[in-house]
């Protein structure tokens, strides 16, 4: 058992930039990284574990042989792998979505629904997002905006700066503005219904898919409700700030200033992502150099461990 540096699939969606290759190290044969998937054991792209025994490994093929175990006792009581974690780099606007919740995608599409988490790690000035809908409005008055081209007018839009924490419910609609750079912690799925595209064609020359009935189905049609995030706490090497904690997940933004005692215990594995500045990071004999956009994951049980460096982490449990 050791901490496991993750190689991440990645996705060259037609609104993606360049900015994961240039400034986090992310390598595609594509031209466009639209996402970069750090944590995941979906098939639509599931990470490659770097280096150690079990190097070049995918992460499923690990918990295959490893074990729930693994996972933690909080891990193991989910029927698939419970979370996906990505850095996404919105260079143009992403779809107006909505995401189901558990009943609705277990029923209707086989897999978890989405309850998600974003940090804005970067944007541009001006930038900003949709996050529900500037007032309640009817399911009668959705289906027509989508029909006449007016949803934009009625969705609230919020300008964003960077270190903002945005909590996404399933059935929340939302969409990614141009010049953000996110990372998302979200449940295992990736089932989207999109509602409005910005009139854009896919590879094939094609407008995109719309998915307007399941939307209307699971979409709450009414103002998203604000997100508190915990003050920050102090410890010897880091301030570490609670951004968001539900059943499906808890994610903690880390200030590393040195060295920094963490412990993945029995409850649950440890997710680390390093956003910004460099760290090593040390679990027994185990050492890894960790560089800006390094993933890494620490099996439960794998006990103390030590993030030592300048610069800013995300910490995700179950």
């Known amino acids: 058992m050791y901490p496991m540096q993750l190689i ?17 190290g992310k390598q595609s044969d594509k031209d466009i990284i639209a996402e970069s998937w750090e944590l995941s054991c979906h098939k639509d792209g599931i990470s490659r574990i770097a280096n150690g025994e079990y190097a070049g490994m995918l992460l499923t093929e690990y918990l295959e042989q490893a074990g729930k175990a693994v996972l933690g006792t909080r891990g193991a009581a989910f029927q698939y792998f419970p979370v996906l974690i990505k850095l996404i780099d919105a260079r143009d606007n992403l779809s107006v979505q909505v995401h189901p919740d558990n ?26 997002l949709i996050y529900g809908f500037a007032q309640e409005i009817s399911r009668e008055e959705f289906r027509r905006r989508i029909a006449d081209n007016t949803l934009l007018e009625a969705v609230h839009r919020v300008p964003v700066h960077k270190g903002d924490v945005f909590f996404i419910a399933a059935g ?3 969409a990614i503005g141009a010049g953000i750079l996110i990372a998302e912690i979200q449940q295992n799925s ?21 998915h307007i009935d399941k939307a209307a189905e699971v979409t ?3 103002p998203a409700k604000p997100y508190p995030v915990s003050a920050p706490e102090e ?3 880091c301030t570490e700030t609670l951004l968001a904690e539900c059943d499906y997940f808890s994610a903690r933004k880390l200030e590393l200033s040195g060295a920094a005692s963490l412990c993945a215990g029995a409850e649950s594995f440890h997710h680390i992502l390093l956003l910004e500045g460099e760290a090593t990071l040390t679990a027994g004999e185990d050492t890894l150099t960790l560089r800006k956009g390094a993933s890494v994951f620490l099996p439960a049980g794998l006990g103390a461990y030590t993030l030592d460096g300048t610069g800013q982490a995300i910490l995700t449990t179950v």
Do not use: Q
């Open 172 to 174: 929340t609609l939302h």
């Open 190 to 210: 990736n089932t989207t219904y999109r509602v409005y595209d910005y009139g854009r064609v896919g590879a094939d020359g094609k407008p995109r898919a719309l």
């Open 8 to 24: 991440a699939p990645c996705k060259d969606y037609l609104w993606g930039g360049s900015r994961l290759r240039t400034e986090f």
């Open 235 to 237: 410890h010897p090497g």
């Open 103 to 128: 009943e609705y995608a277990l029923r209707v599409e086989g897999e978890y629904g989405k309850t998600e988490m974003w940090y804005i790690v970067d944007c541009e000035p001006g930038a900003e």
């Open 220 to 222: 709450r049609l009414a």
